[in-house]
């Protein structure tokens, strides 16, 4: 036992994971304590689905050094599918839980799949090509599934990307029209849910990290000639990591979906990808625990705000410059250090004058 | 006959893009850096030259210099106050620095002007000319749109190849380093760069209102998107590729709202980028550039 808690990143794994355990029944204690707002109540959810986003950009950011600007596509073909499957399982499953579960794990399915076909092709490039393609990827999702008509009748399930093609006999029920996104959704999420999710995504991506595959993926990182020098396939591992990356984003959003009473394809834009790569960069890129409390407060911040109305995000932009200036200018950095210098600087002499 | 208003319309917003695509391309050669926030400074560059017509009562030219210089200012103080600090680090420290003022400056835009939509009112009085018996309109906006874009592209091949300035631009985005020690000033040259970047967005944005009269705080995201995919398109880096992508990225997307679907013209753009990336993977223009071990 011992043993292991020497090792630095066992203990920080732990850490990560006593973490989440321990807001989770903080935050279930004051649930059913009735300390919690209708509004806190109604974040509870959406952070555990951002923290999955969050901590499975960070093993495609932080980990594998692919800036990936797409993020919320994954996140939509998640949503959209986990919502078709909870739809058309409704008379098959009846424990809600199993439902919901069934349908993460089919969102995460459908995302990892699309992952890889789009894998195939993009990650032969690098960098900021590679980052551009995945803001095409994303706006391309986005399109696509807000013209996506899905729907049952007595003939079983329709799909189509058109209104003309799609022909419901009579009595038959929409469960996605086009730009209105998908209507009527059973609310299945739960909190418990989230957090399972949470530990789920926490277990993959640091075991991820530490294994074998972890270490290649880093060396590819650091330098990708010398890693393909030593023998490691770098485009097998990179593909192995994004479609994790998007296994995980599709599962966290088949919960967000699962989460509201109506979703729509305009949700899952440019913007959301960009909040959650700030997540990520915000929280220190490769730390896994960064991402889960970043997550956290940069989801809150702004809600928690809403009392200054239109003032709100102009402070969130204005937080957001000023932590990046505070965390990576070299000027601001030597600034503090000098006054890191000069406060020690005071404490020693008062030793010193002491011990005179 | 249809074909050629289509293709005139497409050369008319592929422009559009082109201008906005040279402010990026520019940006991104000398300071490399994704300029998140140049979208957004289109916008601000349309609403002050709305502002200048609709409450001051002057005439359009002179909104369009007011929207130059208003933008020319922000342009950099932004790369002062937000970027200069940043120089050095992780590029994209300086992308989620880009983010927040682009946040920054579509959050003070609706506080200031509020988030419904304006009708701005072009800045161009003349008549549509009828060609081929009126089978083809082209509008006054369509004219000065081309004309503009022509004249930024001949204006900035000069400057970047003849004036000391421009030297020091190509210098400075070839090798920093080395530019330096030649004793080139390399903070004034992306300082400078900055400022053409937003006058160029300024101009874009009125031409853009111009072409499509909404005004909102979001309306430079969208162009901003399209015009970023148009500098790549055409081979980041590159001025006469930011051009060539601009005009064809503009063209593609007309003729898919015409000929194949309305919906998905942003999914076809956005594929036909993708074809364009994989098969030459540093754009249409370019440079590839061999990595040394």
Redesign the interface.
């Known amino acids: 036992m011992k043993k292991i808690l020497n090792n630095k990143t066992t203990r920080t794994n732990l850490l990560t994971y006593l973490v989440v355990i321990v807001a989770f029944a903080v935050m279930q204690a004051m649930n059913s304590a009735g300390m919690l707002g209708s509004s806190m109540k109604g974040f509870l959810v959406p952070i555990c689905v951002y923290i999955s986003l969050a901590v499975s950009l960070n093993l495609l950011v932080g980990i594998c050094g692919e800036l990936s600007l797409g993020h919320a596509g994954f996140m939509g073909i998640g949503a959209f599918s986990g919502v078709i499957i909870a739809a058309l399982l409704k008379d098959v499953v009846a424990n809600d839980f199993l439902r919901l579960l069934l349908a993460m794990v089919c969102g995460g399915v459908f995302a990892g799949v699309v992952g890889f076909l789009i894998g195939v092709p993009v990650l032969r490039l690098r960098g900021d090509y590679l980052a551009i393609v995945t803001l095409a990827f994303g706006e391309i999702m986005k399109n696509i599934i807000g013209n996506l008509y899905a729907g049952t009748d007595s003939e079983g399930f329709h799909m189509a990307i058109s209104t003309s093609k799609m022909k419901l006999a009579a009595g038959g029920k929409y469960i996605v029209s086009g730009p209105l996104g998908a209507t009527g959704i059973q609310k299945l999420a739960t909190f418990t849910m989230g957090f399972l999710l949470v530990l789920f995504t926490l277990f993959i991506v640091q075991n991820l990290i530490n294994s074998k595959e972890g270490r290649a993926i880093r060396a590819v990182r650091d330098n990708r000639i010398a890693a393909e020098s030593v023998g490691i396939n770098v485009t097998a591992f990179r593909m192995k990591a994004f479609v994790v990356s998007a296994f995980l984003a599709g599962m966290a959003g088949a919960l967000f979906g699962l989460n509201y009473s109506s979703v729509t394809a305009s949700k899952f834009n440019f913007n959301t990808s960009i909040n959650i790569l700030v997540f990520v960069v915000l929280g220190g890129m490769g730390n896994i625990l960064g991402s889960v409390i970043s997550a956290t407060v940069l989801y809150v911040l702004p809600e928690a705000m809403r009392g200054l109305q239109d003032y709100r995000m102009i402070l969130y932009a204005i937080v957001l410059i000023l932590v990046m200036l505070f965390t990576w200018s070299p000027k601001v950095k030597e600034f503090m250090s000098v006054i890191a210098d000069k406060v020690s600087g005071v404490f020693k002499k008062k030793e010193a004058g002491t011990n005179e | 006959m249809q074909i050629l208003q289509y293709l005139i319309n497409g050369i008319s917003i592929g422009s559009v893009y082109a201008i906005i695509a040279l402010g990026y391309t520019m940006v991104y050669g000398i300071a490399k850096m ?1 300029n ?1 926030a140049h979208g957004d400074i289109i916008m601000v560059g349309a609403y002050i030259s709305f502002c200048v017509t609709s409450y001051l009562g002057l005439p359009a030219w002179v909104s369009v210099v007011a929207a130059v210089a208003v933008c020319t200012v922000l342009g950099i103080v932004i790369e002062g106050l ?1 970027y200069k ?2 120089r ?6 300086v ?3 880009a ?3 682009s ?2 400056l ?3 835009a ?2 200031i002007w509020s988030s419904s939509p304006k009708n701005f009112t072009s800045v161009v009085t003349m008549k549509p000319i009828s060609l081929a018996g009126g089978k083809i309109v082209v509008t006054g906006e369509v004219l000065l749109t081309v004309a503009a874009c022509i004249l930024v592209m001949v204006g900035l091949t000069l400057f970047t190849s003849k004036t000391r300035t421009g030297k020091a631009m190509r210098a400075v985005s070839e090798d920093r380093d080395a530019a330096q020690l030649m004793g080139i000033n390399v903070n004034q040259t992306i300082s400078t760069t900055f400022a053409i970047g937003s006058a160029l967005a300024a101009v874009a944005g009125v031409l853009l209102c111009s072409t499509v009269p909404t005004l909102q705080p979001t309306t430079g ?1 969208m162009p901003g ?1 399209r015009a ?2 148009a500098a ?1 398109f055409g081979g ?1 880096g590159s001025i006469p590729g930011a051009m060539l992508g601009g005009i064809l990225l503009g063209i593609i997307e007309t003729f898919s709202k015409a000929y194949l679907s309305t ?2 013209s ?2 076809i753009v ?2 036909v ?2 074809v364009i ?2 098969v030459k ?2 754009g249409l223009l370019g440079k590839q550039i061999q ?1 040394k ?1």
């Open positions: 994704l998140f937000a600090p940043l050095g680090t992780p590029s994209l420290a992308l989620i620095t983010i927040g003022v946040y920054f579509q959050n003070a609706q506080l995201s998107i970023f995919t790549v980041i919906q998905f942003d999914a956005f594929s980028l993708i990336l994989l993977p540093a990595e071990v």
